[in-house]
């Protein structure tokens, strides 16, 4: 062989291994690369996951929040509309009470103004009703309380007896309109 052939033939053989070794290079270049690129994609996937497991918990913890505030709100207006209930059903309760003591005073009041004459009996039969209506009234009184109005609630119903003094049911209707406005004065 030829010395031109010969070295054409290992021109050409340095070529082909300077190819296969600059692509094997080149090969595990690249491979270096890919795994650099897969590392950095899976921390760059475990970052966005880890913020987006964050931001969820604080939307949750926020979700939380708010549900918390609205069913405070809830329970604090549901709690002043049954004492906004409440006093309603007691003021009628005391305006009921009042409007039969009057009505039983002005009774009892017909009925003395009529002791001796012809109208006795039937106006000691309205007095008698008017105080059995004062009664009933009274029991709802007792039963919606407090029991300081109860009791002032008492005090003037024994001002409309017989015995009574008149100068006594003024005193305990002042008595029992203080105790209601007193039960009645929102805290």
Same mark, same amino acid.
């Given at each position: 062989?030829?010395?031109?052939?010969?070295?054409?033939?290992i021109a050409a053989g340095a070529a082909i291994g300077g190819g296969v070794l600059t692509g094997a290079l080149a090969l595990a270049a690249a491979k270096r690369q890919a795994a650099a690129a897969w590392a950095a994609g899976e921390r760059q996937a475990a970052a966005a996951w880890e913020a987006g497991?964050?931001?969820?918990?604080?939307?949750?913890?926020?979700?939380?929040?708010?549900?918390?505030?609205?069913?405070?709100? $809830?329970?604090? #207006?549901?709690?002043?509309?049954?004492? !906004? *209930?409440?006093?309603?059903?007691? @003021? +009628? /309760?005391?305006?009921?009470?009042?409007?039969?003591?009057?009505?039983?005073?002005?009774?009892?009041?017909?009925?003395?103004?009529?002791?001796?004459?012809?109208?006795?009996?039937?106006?000691?039969?309205?007095?008698?009703?008017?105080?059995?209506?004062?009664?009933?009234?009274?029991?709802?009184?007792?039963?919606?309380?407090?029991?300081?109005?109860?009791?002032?609630?008492?005090?003037?119903?024994?001002?409309?007896?017989?015995? $009574?003094?008149? #100068?006594?049911?003024?005193?305990?209707? !002042? *008595?029992?309109?203080?105790?209601? @406005? +007193? /039960?009645?004065?929102?805290?």
């Open positions: 062989m030829d010395e031109a052939v010969m070295t054409a033939l497991r964050q931001q969820a918990a604080a939307a949750w913890d926020a979700g939380q929040l708010q549900a918390t505030a609205q069913l405070d709100v $809830a329970r604090r #207006t549901l709690t002043e509309q049954t004492l !906004a *209930d409440q006093r309603a059903v007691r @003021r +009628a /309760a005391y305006v009921t009470y009042l409007s039969r003591t009057d009505s039983a005073q002005q009774a009892l009041s017909a009925w003395q103004g009529a002791i001796g004459t012809a109208d006795e009996a039937p106006r000691r039969r309205e007095y008698d009703l008017a105080m059995g209506a004062v009664g009933e009234a009274l029991n709802v009184v007792r039963l919606e309380g407090p029991a300081a109005v109860a009791a002032a609630g008492e005090t003037l119903r024994s001002s409309l007896s017989i015995a $009574a003094p008149g #100068t006594q049911h003024s005193v305990s209707q !002042a *008595d029992f309109l203080d105790a209601a @406005r +007193a /039960a009645l004065t929102p805290v």
